[in-house]
Every structure is written in structure tokens, then in C-alpha cells.
């Protein structure tokens, strides 16, 4: 599975911005995809995920502001983000979990938010 981000940029405080991440190879074999951002000196942490059957989950920090999707291919996931706030200044990384094996691990995409 390869995984392909865009996206990212610089926005001002309360902009909006929308990843994207365009799978590709044995999409078959992904279970759940989801959006996770890092920081220098900090863990990776969960954005927002997406199963097989649709059910979304969105981390706290982002409830009512981001939004994850799926194409009906299941091969583009997206973050819609909005209000967007300085502490959401991450690099983001879209993430596929396969039945079998290690997570796959898009390249990362810069979001800095700033005014």
C-alpha cells in the first residue's frame, strides 16, 4: 500500500484547509485509514479515523471542527479542517491499518497555522 498526502500550507487562525491521501497498490487489504499529526518533541497522535464500514472517529482537540471521509473507491481519504487554531500546527500523516502487517504510512504534509 503507498499512501500519497497533499494538502497542507498555511492558513491564518479560523481558515480552513482540506488533506488529502490518495491510496494505492492493495487497497484491498485496508481495514481502517485515518489522519494522525506530530509535532517536534511529541508523540503522534490520532487525528481522526475512518473503519472499513464508515464509522468515523474524531479526536476531542478537533470534534465540530474536522471532518474525516472517504471516497465510495476507498482509495482518497480526506480531512476537511476548519476554524482552524494554532495549535493545530502539526505535521500530518495519513495512516492505513491492513489485516495483516505493519500500518502504512503516508509522507506527511505541513500544516501551520498563523497569522
Known amino acids: 500500500v503507498q499512501l500519497q498526502a497533499s494538502g497542507g500550507g498555511l492558513v491564518q487562525p479560523g481558515g480552513s484547509l482540506r488533506l488529502s491521501c490518495a491510496a494505492s497498490g492493495s487497497i484491498f487489504s485496508i481495514n481502517a485509514m485515518g489522519w494522525y499529526r506530530q509535532t517536534p518533541g511529541k508523540r503522534r497522535e490520532l487525528v481522526a479515523s475512518i473503519a472499513s464500514d464508515g464509522r468515523k472517529n474524531h479526536a476531542d482537540s478537533v470534534e465540530g471542527r474536522f471532518t474525516i471521509s472517504r471516497d465510495n473507491t476507498k482509495t482518497l481519504l480526506y480531512l476537511q479542517m476548519n476554524s482552524l487554531k494554532p495549535e493545530d500546527t502539526a505535521v500530518y500523516y495519513c495512516?492505513?491499518?491492513?489485516?495483516?502487517?505493519?500500518?502504512?504510512w503516508g509522507q506527511g504534509t505541513q500544516v501551520t497555522v498563523s497569522s
Open positions: 495512516n492505513a491499518v491492513v489485516a495483516f502487517g505493519p500500518d502504512y
